[in-house]
Nanobody, 121 residues
């Protein structure tokens, strides 16, 4: 199958920065969309940011202007640069990817195990 391996989470003070990485490995023909979702205690999972293979991006309203998503298609890796972090950014962040297998045209959705981001005040 496919693995999504996340790194870069941790504890940071308000106003600080973190950079998350997610690398996809396994049987991959192409990755159409890669992105990040987050879920805080007592809240539903929400979109943080996503980027398509052609480079178009989509951001959740809460992070616009502070977070930047990017991807390296040759490495099957997506990054999330998080600046000006706020306590309300505290959540488990999940990597997500829509991946195609060779000779199978329907993309399959995969999730990482999640990485904790905690922002202290």
């Amino acid at each position: 199958q496919v693995q999504l391996v996340e790194s870069g989470g941790g504890l940071v003070q308000a106003g600080g920065s973190l950079r998350l990485s997610c690398a996809a490995s396994g049987s991959i023909f192409s990755i159409e969309v890669m992105g990040w979702y987050r879920q805080a205690p007592g809240k539903q999972r929400e979109l943080v940011a996503a980027v398509a293979s052609a480079g178009s991006t989509n951001y959740g309203d809460a992070v616009k202007g502070r977070f930047t998503i990017s991807r390296d298609n040759s490495k099957n890796t997506v990054y999330l640069q998080m600046n000006s972090l706020k306590p309300e950014d505290t959540a488990v962040y999940y990597c997500n990817a829509e991946i195609r297998k060779r000779f199978y045209p329907i993309p399959i959705e995969y999730w990482g195990q999640g990485t904790q981001v905690t922002v202290s005040s």
